[in-house]
């Protein structure tokens, strides 16, 4: 239990765990969580406010830093957030046009969204991303707005017969006076988002891209305002084309500069912030990063960037060094450096001579050679199978390592498979590997088709799917803050079925090894590096094979893969 005088004084001090260990805790305000990117700052502190005087020092000391980084990283936030003017918003449209193509295939034409993000814009609303299957307008503030919207987009969408009709979200007719109704209104508009879920989602996700490439930071409401701006101009360059391939010659499109980056303080809180505005990084990626800052940061005991000295990072690398591998130490390094030098782009004070001490050039790893993940052998692979059939708890202990096995998948690409990810292709099945608002993939190369083998068919993976409500395969409990990854409670569970039920203790068969396997196979099997690259989700810095992935067939990728060995696969 806490002092009462502790409470008052130190008001955000919460203990946690079994062991009661003291956290620095601040709800954010809500205004400013979409800018932070989380709703609390959380800290583990050291020392113990019950403990003796050394351990209250340090207690106390760890309160103060911090409270102290929380301070400034809400101080950036609200200067940060900007309201960006119509011109600024035409900005960043100009800036993403001129790398973006005149045609833009999207399952919602571009003209309904931006019609439709009008009507959002009138009627005062700010829809989320990505938007739920059955999203309605929130409580009614302005009911005049909302039927104002409503008309608009009616007109704007072309759905008047004739002025007193106009289509309804159930399929008849709202005459007259039932349109001017605010019901009537927000039932026309959600079904018009229905409709157009995808392709609003689409512009929206490319908005916060867009201001992330250009270091802005806005609300929510100026991110959906350049939404608009976005596929307003995304038809217009489209209409351009449609023009040029009959004959004329518009004039070219004119769009301001783009606005100049937010202005932040110039702490390394602010610089972290930067970096993840900038480079948009994976969750884990983001979690990993700001420890490691915050390592660093407690170590030099300051929070101030213009205090930074190469002997700080010297004396920070020396202390790696003593209780981690070289390995360890220059990933540490590396992960500050990464945040430092996008800072220093942005134009904070970061000296050169801190940059190269991060680099990390001059530690060499131990002499040796470096244990690497193995492959499963043909019959572990069986036995794997066979333990699998045997699961009855979550559905990824069921299927994850058969899929794994089968498809050469990433453990986190198979937790965020959702049902409408199992499609087909030239009359194959195949699972689809994309984005998603649940996950995120390693990179470009990793959004691929892989071909659904006969093997995991036979088992009748194909008529589980059917069976499943819509939404993820594989859902999981919630990860913790630590480790954002979907699939952080399987891992361990698939690690003790490998261990425990499976039998296979060498520390270098994991459940990664499965991956490692599906590739083995594929090369044993004679498969052109296009294709193990295609099926596997690599990169390739073979400019031809960069050039030529994508127009690989998906009939010779289910080839290539029917073409492995899989007299592993038991029978059912």
């Known amino acids: 239990m806490l002092s009462t005088t502790t409470k008052d004084s130190l008001p955000y001090v919460v203990l946690r765990g079994a062991s009661a260990g003291p956290y620095y805790k601040r709800q954010i305000p809500k205004e400013l969580r979409p800018v932070v990117g989380q709703a609390t700052f959380t800290v583990k502190l050291q020392g113990s406010p019950a403990g003796g005087p050394r351990d209250r020092a340090r207690f106390a000391a760890s309160y103060a830093r911090a409270d102290a980084q929380a301070e400034d990283a809400l101080m950036a936030a609200r200067a940060g957030q900007r309201q960006l003017t119509p011109q600024q918003q035409l900005g960043v449209a100009g800036s993403w046009a001129k790398d973006a193509g005149p ?12 019609a439709i993000l009008t009507a959002a814009s009138v009627a005062g609303i700010v829809l989320p991303c990505p938007i739920p299957p059955a999203w309605a307008p929130g409580p009614i503030a302005d009911e005049r707005a909302m039927v104002d919207a409503a008309v608009r987009l ?18 008849g007719a709202l005459w007259g006076d039932e349109l001017k109704t605010p019901a009537s209104a927000a039932a026309f508009l959600a079904d018009a988002v229905g409709q157009a879920r995808a392709g609003i989602e689409h512009w929206i996700t490319e908005a916060r891209q867009q201001l992330r490439s250009l270091g802005v930071i806005v609300p929510p409401e100026q991110q959906q305002a350049v939404a608009l701006r976005l596929a307003t101009t995304s038809a217009a360059l489209g209409e351009q084309a449609r023009q040029i391939e009959h004959g004329q010659f518009p004039e070219p499109l004119r769009f301001p500069d783009p606005p100049p980056p937010s202005v932040a303080p110039q702490t390394l809180t602010a610089a972290f912030e930067r970096w993840v505005s900038v480079r948009s990084p994976a969750a884990k990626t983001r979690v990993d990063a700001e420890r490691r800052l915050e390592e660093f940061r407690d170590f030099i005991g300051t929070n101030s960037v213009e205090q930074l000295t190469p002997q700080q ?11 981690r591998s070289t390995t360890t130490a220059k990933k540490h390094l590396g992960l500050v450096r990464a945040i430092l030098q996008s800072a220093s782009d942005d134009g904070l004070p970061i000296p050169q001579d801190v940059l190269d001490r991060m680099a990390g050039r001059s530690i060499r790893n131990s002499s040796g050679t470096r244990q690497q993940r193995r492959p499963f052998t043909m019959a572990e692979a069986n036995l794997l199978i066979q333990v699998s059939r045997q699961q009855s708890g ?16 990433r453990l986190e ?3 965020g498979i959702r049902k409408d990810d199992i499609t087909g292709m030239d009359g194959i099945p195949v699972v689809s590997i994309r984005p998603s608002a649940e996950r995120r993939l390693k990179n470009d190369s990793s959004c691929r088709q892989i071909p659904i083998p006969q093997s995991l068919q036979l088992e009748s993976f194909l008529e589980w799917v059917n069976d499943q409500p819509d939404g993820l395969l594989f859902p999981e409990p919630q990860p913790p803050a630590t480790d954002p990854r979907l699939s952080h409670y399987a891992s361990i569970r698939l690690g003790k079925i490998i261990r425990k039920q499976a039998g296979i203790i060498d520390p270098l068969a994991v459940f990664h090894s499965c ?20 099926i ?14 994508a127009g690989v067939p998906i009939p010779q990728v289910a080839a290539a893969m029917e073409s492995r060995d899989w007299s592993w696969w038991p029978e059912s």
């Open 103 to 114: 045609q833009h295939p999207d399952s919602v034409d571009r003209s309904e969204v931006a």
């Open 154 to 171: 009616a007109f704007a969408l072309d759905y008047l017969d004739h002025p007193g009709e106009v289509a309804s979200p159930d399929g």
């Open 313 to 323: 990072v010297i004396d920070w690398r020396s202390h790696l060094l003593q209780g």
């Open 394 to 409: 979550r559905p990824l202990d069921r299927w994850g390592l058969p899929l794994a096995l089968a498809l050469g998948a």
């Open 413 to 415: 690409e198979i937790a």
């Open 515 to 534: 991956r490692h396997f599906a590739a083995q196979q594929l090369v044993d099997a004679g498969s052109e590096q296009r294709m193990v690259e295609q």
């Open 536 to 549: 596997l989700g690599h990169g390739s810095k073979s400019m031809t094979a960069r050039y030529s992935r």
